[in-house]
């Protein structure tokens, strides 16, 4: 990939769904390009349609019209097998409820993304990471014996270790204390340049969203501030 090579591009974009009430028009018209490693908040009131951004970013929501290429795949070309194939070697998804399976160790949940690839280091890389996020004396621990900053960092983790194209991070310090959303946006930002992966996050923090290279303002499914360049 050529270092001034898109990311992510979006033209035109639009997302309609349809509910109890009737359809709703989500996203109208979004045209977004960021660049390899650039980092980019996503900011708006409630049900501007940020999140629905980022999962049509990750292929879990087919745009209702409109293009996405991510990581030079064009979206729209691709099966539910080669959108779950693209997830798998391109993007990194970091929640604010962690999403970790309760069942599963620090370690399996970090092994995860390698595991469905069928890497036969999956187990390896997995300690690797849990290293570099600061939880190698925790990695047989269960979700349940961990704070909410490891929990996150395990999440971290997980998202980093297939070395994704893309992370998207949606409220990655919603469910956390001040302080320890701090550190660990920290740790997330350092991985981030370690690796010169490309970021798009979703946040209501003013402080973490000016830590991104760029802001762009989301209202009513329209990006109204901080165009696409």
């Known amino acids: 990939m050529k270092v001034d090579e898109k990311v992510v591009e979006m033209r035109d974009l639009h997302l309609r769904l349809t509910g109890g ?4 028009h989500i996203l ?4 977004l390009a960021v660049g390899r490693g650039e980092t980019v908040s996503l900011v ?11 999962m049509v970013a990750a ?21 539910e097998d080669g959108l779950a194939r693209f ?24 092994a995860l993304p390698l595991e469905f690839a069928g890497c036969a280091d999956a187990r390896e890389r997995a300690a690797a990471a849990l290293d570099a996020v600061g939880l190698a004396g925790r990695s047989r621990h269960y979700p349940s014996q961990l704070s909410g900053g490891e929990l996150q960092r395990v999440a971290l983790a997980r998202a980093f270790v297939p070395r994704p194209a893309l992370l998207l991070a949606d409220e990655p310090t919603g469910n956390l204390d001040r302080e320890t959303g701090r550190r660990v ?3 997330l ?16 923090d003013a ?4 830590r991104c290279s760029r802001q762009l303002h989301l209202a009513d499914g329209r990006i109204v501030e901080g165009a696409a360049s």
């Open 21 to 24: 009430g009737g359809e709703v």
């Open 28 to 31: 109208r018209g979004v045209d």
């Open 44 to 54: 708006g009131p409630s049900g501007a349609g940020k999140t629905s951004l980022l």
């Open 59 to 79: 292929g879990l929501e087919r745009p209702t019209s409109g293009a996405v290429r991510v990581a030079g795949a064009d979206l729209g070309r691709l099966d």
């Open 87 to 110: 997830r798998r070697e391109q993007v990194g998804i970091v929640f604010q409820n962690f999403h970790l399976i309760a069942t599963m160790s620090a370690l399996e949940n970090a």
């Open 185 to 187: 946006m920290d740790l």
């Open 189 to 204: 930002f350092e991985l981030q340049a370690a690796h010169g992966t490309t970021l798009v996050l979703v946040t209501h």
């Open 207 to 210: 402080e973490l969203a000016g």
